[in-house]
């Protein structure tokens, strides 16, 4: 005895108008560039307020305050340090 199998009806899957909308997201290596943009912004931020502290605290020295801090426009002039001849013991 054949049996016959029935015709199997194909319905396209429902999609829900209120449902999420799934889409493909570009990524390297599972970050996506929204993260790569935040963690640049975040590793900037940290790399300039370490680089304002320490030039903070290496402004007392003098080799710091001729080759670095005399060069910055508009500062510079605050970091030359004259000293009179009055006062020069040799």
Known sequence: ???QSLPVRVYPT????????YHY???????TFKQIGRLGFTAGAFGGV????????????PRV?????QKIPFLGGYFIKEIPASDNPF
């Open 25 to 31: 997201q570009p990524n390297i290596a599972g970050w």
């Open 14 to 21: 429902y999609k829900s108008p209120y449902g999420p909308k």
């Open 65 to 69: 305050q001729r080759d670095i801090l």
């Open 1 to 3: 005895m054949a049996s």
């Open 50 to 61: 370490g680089l304002f502290a320490v030039i903070y605290y290496a402004s007392g020295i």
